[in-house]
């Protein structure tokens, strides 16, 4: 049945409307209204006039909203799981996660607003007192992606919020109930103030939009490189902040040392949890030679234990892909990987949107599914031979977003770490980990360098500002 989502939205919209599919089933769950060009001005005018009162308003009262929307957003997890469940091919537990590391931002979010914001600096001027303190930005545009769709709006929305900024969201269209309408109505009764927030759904155009948008000083983007290069492009020429969060093809490191079977399971969890579609998936798996056989044959056996469906109606470990772009995109790297000569230890096939976790033997660095992100369940082993050609294997890629080395000499693990050029390494993890209190970003082609997670928070959604104060006005030469 087509759910009615009038109720979510905060001010009429004036784009098209387009029917938001059940990528599981391919029926509509939803008419979705779409933001206009004008809608979008509209909304950064609004924000624009509430901004100044919002952050005027004293730091208790905004880490209460926050702390009111946390506790409205586990009242209403049902719902949000059941969105993230059906709009966006999620299992319920990946949903259930998801929610509590939101829950967590928001929380987090409301205690960073009560830590000290700036700095007494010492003068060289007789008498002058210099403060040296983090202002809001103003208007943060925050573009997000539809893996994740609530948890990576949050983790930009909660902090720039609390911060003292306004924003305008605009989720993935594939998570615009989920990872935004949703919000809009959450934040809403949580008692923010009307024109702080405001949830534009849309494609592209609507996030150009945004980008563009005169009244906006930053754009928040996590999503793929390419993309987000060209957001940056335009952020540079118009002199905005930019965080760019981007894709990731992450290696997932067994050494000859390391216990095998538990490899196979962080590699298979690593590699197939949401169907490969996060951006820390492990999308290489180089394993030493002397293992490369046992690890191929432990990690094909957990591959064919896994079950594909519709996570709404069974059990199942994999849903649906987002698309049939993506099924497409998929099917292709993996064909051509094999056509090349790698060889399939399990998977490689599926239907409609669903795909099977799939493992390819022999893969080689020049072979499609070496060099792509995927963002698919398929896990190619490449084997090497040495840590020197294991770095330069790792670091031949240009992103450098997450890691994981598994082996029991951790000081042998810990030199590897440092020699990656990888935003985070796990050492006897996988790659897909992320804690709300701890810096989260990649290097290279990841990203911009900037981070997201606790303390640093604090920094990445406001800007500095120098005051100076002198009790009475010195004497100038003229
Ligand atoms: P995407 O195509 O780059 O889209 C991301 C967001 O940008 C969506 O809201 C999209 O809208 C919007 N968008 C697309 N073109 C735009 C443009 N020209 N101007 C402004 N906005 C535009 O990425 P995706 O397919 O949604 O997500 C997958 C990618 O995100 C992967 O590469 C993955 O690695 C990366 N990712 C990175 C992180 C991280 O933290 N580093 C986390 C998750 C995902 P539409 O939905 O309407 O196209």
Redesign the pocket.
Known sequence: MTENIAHLYSAPLTGPQVALAEPATGATLAELRLAAAADVAAAAEAAAAAQAAWAATPFDQRAAVMRRAAELLRERGDTFNRWNVRECGSILPKAEWELNASYEQLHNAAGLIAQPHGHIMPSSVPGRTNLWSRVPIGVVGI??????PLL?AMRSLAPALALGNAVLL??????SVCGGLLLAELFRDAGLPAGVLSVLP???????A??RDAHVGMIS????????K??GELCGGMLKKVAL????NNAFIVLEDADIEAAASHGAWGAFLHQG?????AGRHLVHEAVAAQYAEALARHAKALRVGNPDTETVHLGPL?NAQ?RAKVGGIVSDTLARGASLLAGGKGEGLFYEATVLGGVTPDMPAFID?I?GPVAPITAFAGDDALVALVNSSPYG?SAAIHTRDLARGLELAQRLKTGMVHINDQTVNAEFNVP???MGA??NGGR?GGPVNAEEFTQSQWVSMVSRPAAYPF
């Open positions: 573009i997000a992606p539809w893996n994740y990576l605009k989720p993935a269209l594939q998570g849309g494609e592209a155009d609507v996030g150009d945004i980008v983007f996590t999503g793929s490189t390419a993309v987000g060209r957001i969060e981007l894709g990731g579609q996060i951006c820390m998936q987002i993506q992100e963002f977003l989260f970003g990649g990841s990203g997201f």
